[in-house]
């Protein structure tokens, strides 16, 4: 638990990561006025975060006092080998200063970053009011980080029901979650008020680093790329924009992540082009690496992003190559390696074969990935997800910025071999990626295909059709009516960022716009910092004018929250129970407590304290693996009430939360006829030790009590 309040805590963690984060620019030879600093330093910051809480994990000394104590060291670290270095570094080539950029922004690119600043202040003041409700949050990334943090050590944690893959996944967004998780682990007053309160009241907000590591590293490609650096801020904005950008920068979610990486790897590669330096190539393997080591899905998409990198990158020094790849392996490993120690393959649960050999043994092969509900079944269906990708209203602005680039010479000689890295993108996505309907995971190839909005048609006429296009298209997507039709087998689903009849949108429109135009005009301010004022200012006004969520929010929810068993939460909250078990669902997050204190484990149906390496194993050897299956239950074929009831004694659980199993998961399960687990048939038969505390059509919560003395 933190010494100080969790805003005192949260300055006592971030301060000195700041503080680090410019002494590592200042060793790579980025000082002010460099183009790459933006994104050069969020992607040095997330590297540290994740870096410093896994090394703190792997010795078992994760903990609030444990990143404190890491983060002053290593500042005092830097600093001396930046005292050191200085004096032989400060005339070398790779320590460049570039002009200061003040760009000269036309009207329609200052309105587009009003924009900008109208939506996420919006966003933020929204997401302020409500509890975390991302599926994959709530499954692994902040539960994963919470149950580190106490344990105090990074341990596999097993996924039950659903997807298996996310207790063996590369985990860097979880090690970076627990830095937002740490300084807010203390006692909630009143448990249904979620305003700067609870654990997760900064995470919340962790994406936006991200969305501006994404647009910061567009710009740096368009502006390498193209060389015109005013209208190369244009994709910057845009990209904000996108649906899925906006959504996960204010979600603890990890495909946002992964996408800035790729697309900043893809920017330092075009910056080394230009002036080749060792540190830029450090970052570019740097960016390549941390996105392999946030998801799986980064190895599918690696021939692609390596490709588009080679593109810009031309001669390259040797052994600035080295450095890149040194880099890249090593921040992506540990997970990998983590892997190949505990479960005899790198990428487990999925099995690895090639030309029909089986490398490493996994749970399932690719086949039974391809047979999930999550793969597109028709062409149709792909459609429909590219668009949901691009929110629909952005895919006719890259689609016609890229004919438009095509028709028109090339400012440079790479220009049109990289903007078709977007459509190339989007290909290999439907023809590798076994869980293609999922449309967030092309956050990267989105983000590309809107460099073509850099572009300015060489005629007048030419000049206004295309300012045309894209207000059109940002107006529609901020205002226009929400749309849901049923369309190849699947559904559209279109919505609008900004709900105008609300008076705060209103009063933000009018505070921001006055404020980016007054300090883009008079030329006195550096475009970022007079966003940043823009931006807290906005913020500061979005907050006043959003009334705060009552207490009833709780009991009937909105939107996604509708799902959780929020009765049973509020309970649990109130209780503050030392252990919980769960099963039926896998969204564990929330039963670890407003303060994220609470212990959360499984109890399997057979008492064991096996993992699912433990389980595959003993079905291979008993031939009874089916590789095909990507779901099978594994964990659940033995069930003994006896061993179970033994096993909840043994981790002195508290609390049972049972939910219901999904569609999907009840295959091979033993239920009861309504769709609860075997569990709720168990705990019904014993009610001298089990109390029920809250109930609802899909949901049970117990109190546990001691074994009765025979």
Not at 125 to 133: C, K, M, N, Q, W
Not at 455 to 476: C, F, Y
Request: charged content about 15%; hydrophobic content about 55%; glycine content about 8%.
């Amino acid at each position: 638990m933190p010494m100080f309040s969790p805003v005192l805590g949260t300055v006592f963690l971030f301060a000195p990561m700041a503080i680090a984060t410019v002494l590592s620019l200042r060793l790579l030879g980025i000082g002010r006025g460099d183009a790459r600093a933006w994104p050069a330093g969020l992607l040095v910051a997330y590297a540290l975060a994740a870096g410093l809480a896994g090394a703190l994990g792997a010795v078992g000394l994760l903990s609030f006092a444990g990143l404190g104590v890491a983060a002053w060291t290593l500042v005092l670290v830097l600093f001396v080998l930046f005292r050191r270095g200085s004096k032989h570094t400060s005339d070398s080539a790779t320590n460049r200063r570039e002009p200061t950029r003040v760009a000269t922004l036309s009207p329609f690119d200052i309105a587009g970053f009003v924009a900008v600043v109208l939506v996420y202040a919006g966003a933020i003041a929204y997401a302020s009011e409500r509890p975390v409700a991302a599926y994959d949050a709530l499954t692994y990334h902040l539960h994963f980080a919470a149950q580190w943090l106490n344990a105090g050590r990074v341990f596999v944690i097993d996924t039950p029901f659903g997807d298996a893959a996310p207790a063996y996944a590369p985990s860097n967004g979880s090690l970076y979650f627990a830095w937002f998780l740490a300084p807010w682990r203390a006692p909630v007053a009143d448990v249904t008020s979620f305003r700067f309160t609870g654990v997760d009241a900064l995470v919340k907000y962790a994406g936006l680093p991200f969305a501006a590591l994404l647009a910061t590293s567009i710009w740096l490609v368009a502006d390498r790329v193209r060389g015109e650096e005013d209208v190369a801020v244009r994709p910057a904005w845009i990209v904000a924009l996108i649906p899925w950008v906006v959504r996960q920068a204010v979600a603890p979610s990890v495909d946002l992540i992964m996408g800035a990486c790729f697309v900043a790897a893809l920017a330092f590669a075009a910056d080394y082009r230009n002036r080749p330096a060792r540190g830029t190539a450090v970052l570019a393997g740097l960016a390549l690496g941390m996105a392999a080591g946030t998801k799986y899905l980064a190895i599918l998409y690696a021939p692609v992003i390596l490709v588009g990198m080679a593109l810009p990158a031309g001669r390259v020094r040797w052994r600035d190559l080295a450095w890149f790849f040194f880099v890249a392996a090593a921040t992506a490993a540990p997970w990998y390696l983590r892997n190949l120690a505990v479960a005899g393959n790198p990428l487990f649960p999925a099995q690895v074969d090639l030309f029909g050999k089986t490398l490493f043994a996994g749970a399932y092969v690719r086949e039974a990935m391809s047979d999930s509900v999550f793969h597109v079944p028709t062409f149709g269906a792909g459609l429909v997800v590219t668009g949901q990708a691009f929110g629909y209203y952005l895919l006719p602005v890259a689609l016609i910025g890229l004919l438009i680039a095509a028709g028109q010479p090339a400012p440079t000689t790479l220009w049109r071999a990289v903007i078709w890295l977007a459509p190339v993108g989007v290909a290999w996505h439907f023809l590798f990626v076994p869980y293609n309907s999922q449309d967030r995971f092309l956050i990267w190839a989105v983000a590309l295909a809107m460099l073509p909005a850099a572009i300015v048609p060489e005629s007048r006429d030419g000049r206004r059709v295309w300012i045309a296009i894209l207000a059109a298209t940002v107006a529609a997507m901020l205002f226009a009516p929400p749309v849901r039709r049923a369309a190849f087998e699947t559904t559209i689903s279109v919505v609008s960022m900004l709900e105008v009849s609300r008076i705060k949108d209103l009063v933000i429109g009018a505070v921001v716009g006055a404020l980016v135009f007054a300090g883009a005009y008079a030329g006195k301010l550096r475009l970022d910092a007079t966003l940043a004022v823009a931006i807290i200012l906005a913020v500061g006004v979005a907050f006043v004018t959003t009334g705060t969520a009552p207490a009833g929010y709780t009991r009937v929810g909105s939107g996604a929250m509708r799902e959780l068993p929020l009765p049973a939460y509020v309970a649990l909250w109130k209780a503050q129970p030392s252990v919980v078990a769960y099963t039926g669902r896998n969204r564990p997050f929330h039963l670890a407590g407003r303060d994220g204190r609470t212990r959360v484990v499984y109890a399997h149906v057979d008492g064991s304290e096996r993992t699912l390496v433990d389980y595959v194993r003993q079905a291979a050897a008993q031939g009874t693996l089916d590789l095909r299956n990507e779901k099978a239950n594994w964990r659940r074929r033995d069930p003994d009430e006896g061993a179970w009831l033994a096993a909840l004694e043994r981790e002195n659980v508290e609390y049972l939360l049972i939910e219901t199993l999904t569609p999907e998961n009840r295959r091979g399960q033993l239920t009861d006829g309504q769709g609860f687990p075997i569990e709720r048939t168990w705990a019904r038969a014993h009610p001298d030790r089990f109390e029920l505390v809250a109930a609802g059509p899909d949901f049970e919560l117990y109190r546990v009590g001691e074994s009765p003395v025979s």
